[in-house]
């Protein structure tokens, strides 16, 4: 058998292609390998909320750093003036509280005293009208006494709209402070936002960032890559998705120690791929040429490693491989 096959090259090379596409059509059912994998793990991108010169940079690139530890900082200047005058302004809004209180207080005593000026008015016109009935008092006393009961009731009329002035004014006085008191969080809040700390430990990254450099707020200026999740995406053939599952088990090699098997299993499926990449934004795009040859689509599959070694560097978006087990 053997020696009419060699007899006939082409049907050798024919069988041989026939046989090696029947063993790669039965592995696919029980494999999925790609060349097409990259190390990842949680990088935070540090931007400006506010904006100004870079006044200092306190780290260098791939510094280690801890939590809460200085990296940059913006010209706080303008925004320490800022505070200073929304305090001023808060003082100035406190003091005329104060004086609308006040006022409140002499609008009630002015009410009191039309008050009692009229109730006064009112007694001295019953006795004329009294005396006035018996022969005892002139009618121009009558009319005095009518007049200035009249007069005092006017009075305390003007004292009790001075007094509703007053409680407005309070009202007023009341926002005005509130007002000052929120202007002042805000800018005490921007001047804590000049100084920019670690939110999480980790390694800056290179960054090109320089002393003296504008920024406007949500300028990207560094970025933190954790320890956080190391993890290798995987981009698998779109015919191996019916196989996939989560904890399937995988084994994988980087590039920096190739001939070193990593275990693993599947920890993230990708429910999907934008098909351009102009659609890429938040879901992933997966380009699908490599040197001119159009593959088939691929989508993200995540790969926690089980038994990496703690001092095992996973530089981020190192090239690795991948053979995952159905």
Do not use: C
């Not at 003296?212 to 933190?224: F, H, N, Q, Y």
């Amino acid at each position: 058998m053997l020696r009419r096959l060699l007899d006939h090259p082409v049907r050798l090379i024919v069988g041989i292609a026939l046989a090696l596409f029947l063993a790669y059509e039965v592995s696919v059912q029980f494999f999925a390998y790609t060349g097409d994998a990259y190390i990842t793990t949680d990088v935070v991108v540090l931007s400006a909320e506010v904006a100004g010169p870079i006044d200092a940079i306190h780290v260098e690139n791939n510094q280690a750093v801890a939590a809460g530890d200085g990296l940059f900082s913006i010209e706080a200047t303008p925004y320490q003036l800022a505070v200073t005058e929304a305090e001023a302004v808060l003082a100035q809004a406190k003091a005329g509280q104060s004086l609308a209180g006040d006022q409140v207080g002499a609008a009630k005593a002015d009410v009191a005293s039309a008050q009692a000026v009229l109730d006064n008015a009112n007694a001295t016109l019953t006795r004329v009208r009294s005396l006035s009935g018996q022969g005892f008092s002139t009618d121009a006393s009558l009319d005095e006494a009518i007049r200035d009961a009249a007069t005092a009731n006017a009075n305390l009329l003007v004292a009790q709209s001075g007094l509703g002035v007053a409680n407005q004014r309070v009202t007023v006085a009341a926002a005005d402070e509130s007002a000052a008191e929120a202007a002042l969080a805000t800018a005490r809040y921007r001047l804590s936002k000049t100084n920019v700390a670690a939110p999480t430990p980790g390694r800056i990254a290179p960054f090109t960032r320089r002393r003296g450099d504008s920024l406007s707020p949500g300028t990207e200026v560094m970025a933190i890559v954790t320890a956080e999740r190391p993890r290798i995406v995987a981009n698998v053939a779109e015919r191996h998705l019916s196989h996939l599952a989560l904890g399937q088990p995988a084994f994988v090699t980087i590039g920096s120690r190739p001939w070193h098997v990593l275990s693993g299993h599947v920890s993230g499926i990708a429910a999907g791929i934008a098909r351009s990449q102009e659609a890429q934004r938040i879901i992933p795009y997966v380009d699908p040429t490599t040197d001119w040859v159009r593959l088939p689509r691929r989508f993200p599959v995540e790969i926690t490693l089980d038994d990496l070694p703690p001092d095992t560097a996973l530089p981020l978006g190192a090239d690795a491989r991948v053979l995952i087990r159905f």
